[in-house]
């Protein structure tokens, strides 16, 4: 991808270069039970992995608010999960306790999905806030990754990793090549 594709989600020092990223243009069902055409970006390593994950989820109809680039956003995280955006790169730092260091999603090898549907609990803040009321998670609705579900077991055949096993602070949004 281009420096001006990747707009605000990527700037000089970041743990990748433009050049390693693609734009994948990936189908997939929305909650309005409609079909859908969104862009995720990712790391070039993973964009078979990340294919076969949504190819999955597409043949499941497993719903998906929306899916844009962060660029979209201004770069900005919050501004996305508000939105309840299905996004991967974005270079910027864990919003995680201790040092700081950077996000799988600087290396575009993570992807949160539908962020209000599966919030990240950390230290009592419930990210993004409109995620608190699918915060119990013992009740599933639909576009909620569950432990056992449809979008957990797509990320697990491709030997992702998710966040939603994270204790203390649970990132049920979060899904990772590398585990972090």
């Not at 660029?71 to 999960?81: E, K, N, T, V």
């Not at 201790?98 to 962020?115: F, L, Q, R, T």
């Amino acid at each position: 991808m281009s420096r001006a594709e990747l707009g605000a989600s990527w700037h000089p020092g970041c743990p990748v270069a433009p050049a390693q990223l693609r734009g994948l243009r990936v189908p997939y069902w929305g909650f309005d039970g409609k079909r859908h055409v969104g862009v995720l970006v990712v790391n070039a390593h993973v964009v078979n992995q990340v294919s076969d994950v949504f190819g999955r989820l597409y043949r499941a109809r497993f719903p998906i608010r929306r899916m844009r680039p962060i660029a979209a956003y201004g770069g900005s995280d919050d501004r996305s999960m508000a939105a309840d955006n299905t996004s991967a790169f974005n270079c910027r730092y864990a919003v995680a306790p201790g040092p700081k260091h950077w996000s799988v999603h600087a290396y575009g090898e993570a992807i949160d999905v539908n962020p209000v549907e599966n919030p990240y609990l950390e230290g009592g803040r419930v990210l993004p806030p409109r995620g608190r009321a699918y915060a119990d998670r013992s009740r599933a609705h639909a576009g909620m990754a569950v432990s056992g579900g449809t979008l957990v077991t797509a990320f697990a055949a491709a030997g992702w990793q998710w966040g939603g096993r994270w204790t203390g602070s649970p990132d049920y949004q979060h899904f990772s090549a590398t585990g972090g």
